[in-house]
Structure formats: C-alpha cells, structure tokens
C-alpha cells in the first residue's frame, strides 16, 4: 500500500472513495467537507437536515457521487464531539473510514487529514497516526486460511491525503513515513504471535532476530543450551530443559552513529508455549498461550526499525527463548536452580516461568552495565484482572524513569497504568531453603509478585518492567487492527528511545 499527500482539490480528486469528515452537531459543514457539499449540490447538507447522519465518532455516511464529481463514492466519517476531540479522536475516525473504504472495495482512496483543520491538531502527529492507522487496521494474519485469503484486488493499494495548505505537505510525509516504518514493526510482531508455536519456536524468533539484525545493520548473538550453561543460566535452563525444541538466547545491539549518551537495555519474555509445565494449565487458559513470547516479539520488532529510526542511544535487546513444557525432563515443584549472578530460586510454581527466564536475560545484561532496563514480559493472569486487555502494568524501581515510560506509552495509544511495589510484596517471596521463591503467597501471587522477584535480578539499575499480559491479545477488534494479538509495546518503546531516552 502506497500513501501519499498532495497539495490538490479535493472535489476534482480521481479515486474510488473520497473521504471527508464531520464533527457531531454541524449542519452546516465547512472546509473540505463543505467544498464537497457544493460540488454535490448541498446533498451531505440535506442528509444531515433529514438526520440520516449525524457525525458521531467513527461513523460513516457512504454516497454514490453518480458522475457529479469524478471520486465514485464520498465516505464523511464522525468525528464525534468537537469539545472532545483530540488525536485518539482522529486515530477512530482515520480507522473507521479506512475500514469503510475497504468494505466499499476502493482500491484508491483519497482523505483529508481529520484533526488538521478546526480540529487544530499538528500536521506531523496527524501524519504520523494516518502512517500507523492506515497499515494498522487493516492487517489481517490469512497465511493459513485456503479460501477466504483476501484478494489483492480487495486491498487499498493507494491512499491520498489531500491537504489545503501547501506548507503542511513536508510534515505530513515525514510523520507518514515514520508511522509507517512503526505499524510494519508492529505487524511483524503480531504476525510472529499469530504464528502457532509449531512454527514459532525458539530456533524461528532467532532467525527471525538475524534477518531483522541482517537487514538493519546490527550486530547479533544467539546461545544455545551450551553456551547458556557455561554461563551458568541455571535458571533459565531449568525452564528449557523439559522441551524438545532447544532454548535460544538472543542478543541484538544497536549502537548509534557518533556520541551517546545512554545505553538502554530492552528485554522481552519469549516463551514460545506456555503448557505450565508440571504445574500444567487448564485447557482453556493454554489456548492462547502462543502469545506468551509477545514480549520478544516487540523488542525484536522494535530492532526493525533501526535503520529507519536511529535513535541517539545504544540499545541492546535481549530475549531468553524456551518453551514451558511437561515431560519427564521438566522442572519439578519444589526444584531449586541456581540463576547467573548465583542467586537461587526455589521454583514451587512451574508455570510461574516467565520471571525464572527473565531472571538470567536481566543478569546477563547488568553485566554491561546499560543505564536502564526496559522488560516486557507477558508475566502475570493476575494484571489481566487488574487492568483486562485496555492498559499494561507499570512496576518501577524508579519513578521518574518510570513517569516518562509511561507518557510515551500513553502518546502513541499504547495505555499504560502504574502499580506499586511495596516492601510486603519484597518479603513474600523469600525461601524457606533457598533465596527467593517464583510465586508468592498462596493463590495471591499478583502482578507485582512477578515485578519484585524480576527487580532482584536487575541490580538497582534504573528498571521499568511493562507487564503486557492483557493488551497483548484483545478478543474484539479495535482502531488499531482485529482481535487476536496486537503487537502492543512496538509503539511505546520506539517513542521512549527516539523521545524520552
Ligand atoms: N504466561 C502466563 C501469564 C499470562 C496469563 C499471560 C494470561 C497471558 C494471559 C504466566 O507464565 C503465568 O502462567 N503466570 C501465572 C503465575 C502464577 C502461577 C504465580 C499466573 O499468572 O497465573
Ligand atoms: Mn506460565
Ligand atoms: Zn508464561
């Protein structure tokens, strides 16, 4: 799909659909929307009069133009509310009206800008969120269904965006591009969680991190069991050890042109298959359970963008891939392993894994001493309840860091809420025979029992851990694309290290 912004008159535009807009409560509408209406002869005026329309948030109006203007068809799309209008606001109606186009079998689609006008919104920010949006919504993972593979002849193949003031052109292409460049990280990301986890295995996310290292220029290091052990991973082997399919240790390092100030490390959980292991999960809480290597997904997909992006600070990126297996070789409750920096874990809970992994990508990386550590980690049913599929679970061991991890995320759509850590929580995971246990007290292990076992293993460096365990899978579409797994983190961790870092 090709986007692009022109500087011509929207009444004269060649295309299949011509989208305007339209804020709840105006009869009498202005702009582009209004220069329509007088090519069409005051025909959206007299749909709205007889109040077929009424341009509430996301909701569109399709005519048939029969020839009077050369677009085939004008789609206005709600804006909602003037009063609440803000960039969300243009993401739903962008989404909406793309969504509308599509149904419609456009295949090229002219747009005004939605915001930019009376909305009064930024020509970049706006191109940027269309540059998102327009890839975003309308993705769909198809590999694997033999019929209903949605033709090319279906798809948008251009879209237009027709902008009045000639000064704005250049800021709008720029945020274009940029949005762009992060919705295809974002897709890759839901597409390696859409993957089932026969395909996606350990070896597949390290090859898929190579190519990603390969095509931006990175520099890359895969371990296997081997290596792992002669660094004395004892942890995040013990996971590994009950699958057949062989752990895969993946560092990706991105090192700025010229000076940096920072070095930044980003950590993903990449358990390919969540079983439970022996503490084997019900059925139903095992169907989705391909997505608990959405962590690895974003921090890999987030190393795409480099060569695009090139962010001011070094960044390395690190995923601990294993599946979470029952076998005669699997970790037992009660186990005790020893992780890298030669604490030792009591493991009572074998499906609490996620952080017993994290342990020893943490340890490895406080060995290069990064100046803060970013996890994101599908860790805890217990943050679902918390916040369900809307907001992620921000833990600290420093507020500030914390604050701007949180604006960033909030920015760019990805919604981030903040829990505490509290020293109670610190005492619940000590050991009767060893240094610490992987669960917490006895059915209320919660969100932040995962976030303080992680924190004994990042050794005060400033850390945010990102608890994605909701959002990273919603059963019912939104703005941003269909159910399934979204690729939630992609957004928020490219706006942290180019924005806030
Ligand atoms: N991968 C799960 C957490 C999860 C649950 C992710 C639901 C996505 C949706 C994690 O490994 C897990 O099983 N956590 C346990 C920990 C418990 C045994 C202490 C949980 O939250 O129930
Ligand atoms: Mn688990
Ligand atoms: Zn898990």
């Given at each position: 799909?090709?986007?692009?912004?022109?500087?011509?008159?929207?009444?004269?535009s060649?295309?299949?659909a011509?989208i305007?807009?339209?804020?709840?409560?105006?009869?009498?509408?202005?702009?582009?929307?209004?220069?329509?209406?007088?090519?069409?002869?005051?025909?959206?005026k007299?749909?709205?009069?007889?109040?077929?329309?009424?341009?509430?948030?996301?909701?569109?109006?399709?005519?048939?133009?029969?020839?009077?203007?050369?677009?085939?068809?004008?789609?206005?799309?709600?804006?909602?509310?003037?009063?609440?209008?803000?960039?969300?606001?243009?993401?739903?109606?962008m989404?909406?009206?793309?969504?509308?186009?599509?149904?419609?079998?456009?295949?090229?689609?002219?747009t005004?800008?939605?915001?930019?006008?009376?909305g009064?919104?930024?020509?970049?920010?706006?191109?940027?969120a269309?540059?998102?949006?327009?890839?975003?919504?309308?993705h769909?993972?198809?590999k694997?269904?033999s019929?209903?593979?949605?033709?090319?002849?279906?798809?948008?193949?251009?879209?237009?965006?027709?902008?009045?003031?000639?000064?704005?052109?250049?800021?709008?292409?720029?945020?274009?591009k940029?949005?762009s460049?992060?919705a295809?990280?974002?897709?890759l990301?839901?597409?390696?969680v859409?993957?089932?986890?026969?395909?996606?295995?350990?070896?597949?996310?390290?090859?898929?991190?190579?190519?990603?290292?390969?095509?931006?220029?990175?520099?890359?290091?895969?371990l296997?069991?081997?290596?792992?052990?002669?660094?004395?991973?004892?942890?995040?082997?013990?996971?590994?050890?009950g699958?057949?399919?062989?752990?895969?240790?993946?560092?990706?390092?991105?090192?700025?042109?010229?000076?940096h100030?920072?070095?930044?490390?980003?950590?993903?959980?990449?358990?390919?298959?969540?079983?439970g292991?022996?503490?084997?999960?019900?059925?139903?809480?095992?169907?989705?359970?391909?997505?608990?290597?959405?962590?690895?997904?974003?921090?890999?997909?987030?190393?795409?963008?480099?060569?695009?992006?090139?962010?001011?600070?070094?960044?390395?990126?690190?995923?601990?891939?294993?599946?979470?297996?029952?076998?005669?070789?699997?970790?037992?409750?009660?186990?005790?392993?020893?992780?890298?920096?030669?604490?030792?874990?009591?493991?009572?809970?074998?499906?609490?894994?996620?952080?017993v992994?994290?342990?020893?990508?943490?340890c490895?990386?406080?060995?290069?001493?990064?100046?803060e550590?970013?996890?994101?980690?599908?860790?805890t049913?217990?943050?679902?309840?918390?916040?369900?599929?809307?907001?992620?679970?921000?833990?600290?061991?420093?507020?500030?860091?914390?604050?701007?991890?949180?604006?960033?995320?909030?920015?760019?759509?990805?919604?981030?809420?903040?829990?505490?850590?509290?020293?109670?929580?610190?005492?619940?995971?000590?050991?009767?025979?060893?240094?610490?246990?992987?669960?917490?007290?006895?059915?209320?292990?919660?969100?932040?029992?995962?976030?303080?076992?992680?924190?004994?293993?990042?050794?005060?460096?400033?850390?945010?851990?990102?608890?994605?365990?909701?959002?990273?899978?919603?059963?019912?579409?939104?703005?941003?694309?269909?159910?399934?797994?979204t690729g939630?983190?992609?957004?928020?961790?490219?706006?942290?290290?180019t924005?806030?870092?």
């Amino acid at each position: 799909m090709k986007i692009e912004v022109k500087n011509q008159n929207l009444e004269n535009s060649k295309c299949d659909a011509l989208i305007v807009n339209l804020f709840e409560g105006i009869t009498n509408p202005g702009g582009g929307t209004g220069s329509v209406d007088e090519a069409l002869d005051g025909l959206i005026k007299r749909i709205i009069k007889e109040e077929e329309f009424k341009g509430s948030l996301g909701s569109n109006l399709v005519i048939r133009t029969n020839g009077a203007i050369p677009a085939k068809k004008v789609i206005v799309v709600g804006l909602g509310k003037k009063e609440k209008f803000d960039i969300s606001s243009a993401r739903k109606a962008m989404s909406a009206s793309l969504r509308c186009a599509k149904r419609e079998k456009a295949k090229t689609v002219c747009t005004i800008l939605h915001g930019a006008g009376t909305g009064g919104l930024e020509a970049n920010e706006l191109g940027q969120a269309i540059g998102e949006i327009s890839h975003l919504a309308l993705h769909s993972f198809d590999k694997y269904k033999s019929k209903e593979k949605d033709s090319p002849k279906n798809e948008i193949q251009t879209i237009i965006i027709i902008e009045a003031d000639k000064k704005k052109v250049k800021a709008i292409e720029t945020g274009v591009k940029r949005g762009s460049t992060i919705a295809k990280a974002q897709i890759l990301a839901r597409d390696l969680v859409s993957e089932p986890a026969l395909a996606a295995t350990p070896t597949m996310l390290a090859n898929v991190a190579r190519q990603v290292a390969k095509e931006n220029n990175l520099k890359i290091k895969v371990l296997d069991r081997a290596d792992c052990l002669k660094l004395g991973m004892g942890a995040y082997l013990s996971i590994a050890q009950g699958s057949e399919e062989p752990p895969k240790f993946i560092e990706i390092k991105y090192t700025p042109k010229g000076k940096h100030k920072k070095h930044i490390a980003i950590i993903g959980k990449g358990v390919t298959f969540d079983s439970g292991g022996l503490s084997l999960k019900p059925a139903g809480s095992m169907e989705t359970m391909k997505d608990d290597m959405s962590g690895a997904a974003a921090v890999i997909a987030t190393m795409s963008t480099m060569k695009e992006i090139q962010p001011k600070v070094a960044i390395t990126m690190i995923v601990a891939a294993t599946e979470n297996m029952p076998s005669g070789t699997a970790i037992r409750p009660g186990d005790v392993v020893r992780a890298m920096n030669g604490k030792t874990i009591e493991i009572l809970n074998t499906d609490a894994e996620g952080r017993v992994t994290l342990a020893d990508a943490a340890c490895y990386v406080v060995k290069q001493k990064p100046d803060e550590i970013i996890d994101l980690a599908t860790l805890t049913g217990a943050c679902v309840v918390a916040l369900g599929d809307t907001a992620c679970g921000v833990m600290t061991n420093n507020q500030a860091f914390a604050e701007k991890v949180i604006k960033a995320g909030n920015e760019t759509g990805e919604r981030m809420w903040q829990l505490p850590l509290f020293d109670e929580d610190r005492e619940k995971i000590k050991s009767d025979i060893a240094d610490m246990i992987n669960t917490g007290s006895k059915g209320k292990s919660g969100a932040q029992n995962g976030a303080v076992f992680i924190e004994q293993y990042v050794n005060d460096i400033p850390w945010v851990h990102i608890d994605i365990a909701g959002p990273s899978w919603i059963d019912k579409e939104n703005e941003w694309g269909a159910k399934g797994p979204t690729g939630v983190g992609v957004r928020t961790l490219i706006n942290y290290l180019t924005n806030y870092a």
